[in-house]
């Protein structure tokens, strides 16, 4: 939140590319089947503050697929014309969609930190970032049937 902004067009492609290639060791020891679909080929963000925001989505997705026999987790990147909604859908635990005003919270968990090890503050940094970038985060998901999270950025 301190941090100044530098705002700028981004690719989304890049980004994404350089968050898979950090966590490459753990999809391939893990056998997660990751999937990228962008079709934005440019965004108006701090390239930091959306690499921050997406890293921590698909940190939870690889952390909330950790019991599933085989993670799949789809990122994708659609046009709107004025917007781009990406979105980070994982077949993970889920979660029960009455607590999801409450996950964009500081310290707000779901889970028990020691069966889902984390701050905390994760999501809280993600809508943060999404608000101080001109977008907004949202989710939605089913407990059992995984989660999906959504990052609306302007163009």
């Given at each position: 939140e301190r941090r100044e902004l530098h705002t700028g067009k981004v690719n989304p492609q890049d980004v994404i590319e350089?968050?898979?290639?950090?966590?490459?060791e753990e999809i391939k020891a893990r056998g997660a089947a990751v999937t990228v679909a962008v079709s934005?080929?440019?965004?108006?963000?701090?390239?930091d503050g959306l690499a921050l925001a997406l890293r921590n989505l698909i940190e939870n997705a690889l952390k909330f697929t950790r019991n599933v026999p085989q993670a799949v987790i789809a990122i994708d990147g659609r046009d709107t014309g004025t917007t781009c909604i990406f979105s980070v859908r994982d077949n993970g635990i889920g979660f029960d969609m009455k607590f999801h005003?409450?996950?964009?919270?500081?310290?707000?968990?779901?889970?028990?930190?020691?069966?889902?090890?984390?701050?905390?503050?994760?999501?809280?940094?993600?809508?943060?970032?999404?608000?101080?970038?001109?977008?907004?985060?949202?989710?939605?998901?089913?407990?059992?049937?995984?989660?999906?999270f959504y990052l609306e950025i302007p163009e």
């Open positions: 350089a968050l898979l290639a950090e966590r490459a934005c080929t440019s965004v108006t963000a701090d390239r005003d409450r996950i964009f919270g500081i310290f707000q968990r779901l889970q028990r930190s020691e069966d889902y090890p984390g701050t905390g503050i994760g999501l809280a940094i993600v809508n943060k970032a999404m608000q101080r970038m001109g977008g907004r985060a949202w989710a939605e998901s089913e407990p059992g049937k995984g989660a999906t």
